[in-house]
């Protein structure tokens, strides 16, 4: 009965959201988040302005006015999670911040300290237990952030912050480290979801956290070879903001683009939504700079393709900070679009729409972006809505008829794919051509320009959700893949098997939850993207339940063809992993190419096949 | 007066050549050279049954019926060669081949023998002399083929020809190799143009060439996903041929396709005429296999893209034979494209003709292929034609009057686009659209689809020619870089002044020649592809005088920006340049990662970076 009214809701709103709230206009894409800095949460995801907190027991209401849904009550969302998770939400139960956490005492290598405090400026390192804190761990939600906010208890911190401001200084720096046997680890924009930034507790060394992100500044754009050239420390938003004051974007747009850094996408060898037109990071990185013990790997001349044997870029990607430090790139840079255009598409089902995605990639067609979610996301979607005013329920209620009555659209089925096309206007024009009349031999339907950017703009909002329902002791984490075509299904149900299970044999209370999404297609598969949660009143020891079930859906993903990572990386939390991806020599051959970088090991975060160090 | 005749003649040609010999109606691109396979020359370029030779001492005429250009006869090539080159030409002067090339005798490691004779079937391994002379070199014009032909003066040549029939005897024979410390190089098709093949002279132990064109075997396909798993071994016209069969295309087309292998092009970091649909080698490559003496370099699971720490297969492009022997690839495979259209523009100048691409860049009617040749290259296709009939002839004066007189092009100054698209016949007619109309704002015009097409049939008698031009003393190179848009007319200009210099110098007789094109553009530059040529009639040394002159061009183009190359490789002749364009850590980290696969240097050909093993 509660799941049939959800429904009567859900349904109606999906056409009822491009009439929605015309007092508030969508601004463009890039400016889907506010451009100004703000204060940030110490631990949590994203700026103190933001936050999603309980009006009333059964409304949930967003602060702040920094996006699109700031300022949002919504009167759904309590309901939406006590039904798919079969549970009863009140706002007493919820997790109390632990006011001051517990930081070990610094571990301080005396020698290294003086050589610092003698060569640069007092500010620029630090031993307060709150930055340290800060600095000692990423955005895994709950080996991070559940236990830093709830439970204060990681066991090992960095030891010292430092900020360099310039390439030279990160060359004394490991210089320093090298002489005095300190253990550096590269910090970014902190936005990791792979324990990348986990102090590894059986480091004997000093530990220090080279934070770059005073190292911010475009050094150069070069308009004639739509090249540009950034320190490594400059946040996403930041570059954005100064590339397109001079008519530019780097194309490059994950969704902690606010938060991340040019360095930390390298290093974790980012995806970005507009990957179609712009291309992963890989492909927007011309050239980097990685400073490492030994010297520095680069190459000296930047042109636009090479045949020099193997390319030193390549140790770049993927080296979570294994190798030495990144301290600048070369990027393209691309003219603003002349044209942008939203739209979205509605499936009946999930099947119908991979479908499409796959005969998609066949054409000429493709945009900037295009995204399938699950039914369970558009649910989702809609449960973060706000109540509808008397004439657009009547309205909702029409359409919901329509689309379930009439065109025959199963709520509990349909699924929604949103879409950005960039590019000249003759070449939107033949995007939305080929989309719009390739879906209809689908079965989708155009479900309207609005939809499409709301979806895009829900994206800011999903890590600020996360933190909203730890506190509720919902559990919630997200985890990617990718698959060839034909595995997407298996894979999909495989995850949901697998998860009921263990909700199962863990005696989760309620029921589990889980969607999913294909947020980019490529040639030969796709990248899906996973939500989970279950909610962990009553659990002995929640983390380690969610730790088992974590591993055994990642277990389930391989072994029904899909890849450890897309884009989130292997960090600590999925390095076990390895030795069933790589083979015994390429682990073998990636640890002594580490050692003949930084024989000492001074970069010590030990991130996936680094956890050990070779020894002859 | 000469020059003035020779134009007339050029010029005329230019809108006379798809009026051309209808009774030979050119064939698609895919069947541009003949599907079968054919005897191949020993050390020449290409099959026996495609020579350029005299008819007559002013006319030269293409033997056999392999390409569109078979049968031709040639009434103005010797011209053009005399009035460009400066010289005359007397089919008397030309070099007569060595009968019978001294080839050293094999170093035989008994050990190692003895063990291949008891392993494997005894038509697997040769220690024949032919057999090993073909197997120690590739194709460099100067270097290889001159000296192989004309002065028989290899210092080294391979021991042995190994054939395996493989991956298990790939293993077993390097576990051989490592065991009795023998040097192992791998061999494809024998086409690269870098020295990768040269045996070093220094090398003291048995070397043995491991021929890998018995394993050419397409494993599998999958079109569920468009992928396809080959052996290494097999020639780019086999796996075209096959794929074609089933409605698939790999796209990789480099001008070597007959002859070159996978294994080659990744070994090599290839790049293919219609890279801009298909992407090159590292584009088409999902994942392969490189067997090293202490095991495999690869990833387990092939999905569509991977944030999994350093990519293993990113050892392999430009591994140039130093690590080990791949032994197979997974390729990403396309449906044959539904549309496919040949066009050609002629621009005013190669400044206009390459103001119009990097505009094109800007656009999304991007076509398959586009190249932009100079005038020179103009020219010199002109001097491959046959003789026109009487009405052509008229037709043609008609039009070089038009395009003189009433349009204004400098038959010394215009230059030629070649243009293949595909895709959906709606991309098609896109990128034609797109193409045309932009070529007119840059002062371009349409040339038809038939001298596009003659273009691209052109590439296939290159090499023909280059062995033709050796046979009259005239000694020619092409080689590659790759720039920035804004150095294209800077770099080209210090190599032709170069080049002029360096002829002063050393007393070449005559005037050197040099033409070049743009083959390939990308978002941040092109490549730029230049033939050089030179008559060493007379010179005491002329490999040496070539030698000095072409690491001075090469130095030339580093110091004007461009690469060391684009798309050739590095192999020997390159090597001494690799410290300006590496940081000396780079190469130490390199050569240690090798070291790591292959301990012992068994894969001691010496390319790149590795002509120094690391003692340590």
Partial sequence: MVEAVTL??????????????RRRSYRDLDAFYDLSEGERFAHRWGYTDTRFEFEDPRTV?????????SGYRMPYLVSFLEDTLDISIHPDDMN????????PEPNINGGFLASVQARFKADQYSR????????????????EIYRVLYSSSLKR?????????GEDEVRAVIELANEHNVCLVPYGGGTNVSGALACPVEEQRMIVS??????????????????????????GKQLEVELERKGYTSGHDPDSVELSTLGGWIATNASGMKKNRYGNIEEIVLEATLVTPTGEIETKHVTPRNSTGIQPRSFLFGSEGNFGIITKAVIKVHHLPEARKYGSLVFPSFEKGVGFLKALRQTGGLPASIRLGSNKELRFAQALKHEPTFLK????????????????????????????????????????KTIFSLAKKHGGMSAGASIGKRGYAL????????????????????????????????VCQAVQKELDEQAVRHHIPGKPYLQYRVPQTYHTGVCIYFTMGFCAKGLERPDEVFHVIERRLRQVILDNGGSLSHHHGVGKIRQGFLPQVQTENTIHVLRQTKKAMDPNNIFGIRNGVFHAFPED
């Fill in 459 to 490: 994206t800011f909002g999903i890590a600020y959700i996360r933190d909203f329902v730890n506190e509720l002791q919902i559990l919630g984490e997200t985890f990617e893949t990718s698959v060839p075509w034909d595995k997407i299904h298996q």
């Fill in 157 to 165: 911190t960095v030891d010292l912050v430092f900020y360099p401001e």
């Fill in 393 to 432: 329920g009547i309205k909702e209620k029409v359409q919901a008829f329509f689309m379930q009555k009439i065109l025959g659209f199963d709520p509990m089925q349909m699924v929604v794919c949103t879409i950005v096309m960039e590019g000249s206007k003759g070449e939107v024009r033949q995007q939305d």
């Fill in 210 to 235: 080279v934070d770059l992100r005073r190292m911010n500044r475009i050094l150069w754009i070069d308009q004639e070879n739509y090249l540009a050239c950034a320190e490594a420390g400059i946040l």
């Fill in 61 to 69: 209401k967003v602060t702040g006015s920094r996006y699109p849904i």
């Fill in 96 to 103: 109390v911040e632990v006011e001051d956490q517990e930081v």
């Fill in 128 to 143: 307060d237990a709150k930055e340290r804190l800060i600095h000692s761990h990423g955005q895994l939600s709950v080996d």
């Fill in 8 to 21: 009567a809701i859900v349904v109606g709103a999906v056409f009822a959201i491009y009439l929605v709230k």
